[in-house]
């Protein structure tokens, strides 16, 4: 079945700088790649996603590519700020198996 | 309304009790999901609904029951559960199922449940 395989597990970066997450997938079939942002005790919430048919995504400060060749997608998040700390999780949609696949996660830190 | 809601927002049961979880959209998704997060780590699909049907059992215990009474409702049916149950638990909806172009997952913000 697909696996998807996230790094790093956790990332500490200071205030402003920049944070890339990786998330590699193993079935070329998925086609559809969200990332959720989850927050201590809240829910996980959709923050970015990008289909197979585009290469890059972005939404003000937050940027998604994927690579479908090399089967793999990535979270940038610029100018980073302390509401960025959270737990972050890829995902990829299984075409025809009608489940979404996420990745382990990612504890982010920002530190001021 | 833009929200999946869940009830109750903690519950706390003993190994012997039987109580139910709720779930409500209101956003016409014909798709809900059950989930089960533990800490620290990624929701666990437990259970898909399409059109009010069972779809996905990913081989969830029988103390775990779901229902969907109508597109707008999920339950999840608890019984004789074991403390190693104890979780977040997260429903979910969609459009659309995955790979249709409308699964875009919409969570809710669970019930932490104790189990003693």
């Known amino acids: 079945g697909e696996n998807v395989e996230q790094h790093p597990s956790t990332l500490s970066v200071q205030e402003g700088d920049s944070a890339v997450i990786k998330c590699t997938y193993s079935?070329?079939?998925?086609?559809?790649f969200p990332w959720y942002k989850q927050e201590l005790g809240k829910r996980p919430q959709l923050i970015i996603d990008i289909r197979s048919n585009v290469g890059e995504k972005k939404d003000q400060r937050i940027a998604v590519t994927l690579n479908k060749t090399a089967k793999h997608f990535s979270l940038h998040i610029t100018e980073t700020q302390p509401e960025d700390s959270a737990v972050y999780f890829c995902a990829a949609s299984i075409m025809g198996a009608q489940k979404l696949v996420f990745g382990q996660g990612t504890r982010l830190t920002i530190n001021p | 309304d833009t929200e999946v809601t869940q009830t109750p927002k903690h519950l706390v049961m003993g190994m012997t009790n039987k109580k139910s979880l709720k779930c409500e959209q209101h956003?016409?998704?014909?798709?809900m999901y059950w989930y089960k997060q533990k800490a620290k780590k990624p929701p666990e699909l437990m259970f898909v609904?399409?059109?009010?049907?069972?779809?996905i059992n990913e081989s969830v215990p029988s103390r775990f029951s779901p229902e969907c009474p109508n597109s707008s409702l999920l339950n999840l049916h608890l019984h004789a559960l074991q403390p190693e149950d104890s979780a977040l638990y997260l429903c979910a909806s969609s459009r659309g199922l995955a790979g249709t172009h409308q699964e875009t997952q919409y969570f809710g913000p669970g019930t932490r449940l104790l189990v003693l």
């Open positions: 956003m016409g998704h014909r798709a």
């Open positions: 079935d070329s079939a998925s086609n559809y």
């Open positions: 609904y399409s059109y009010e049907k069972l779809s």
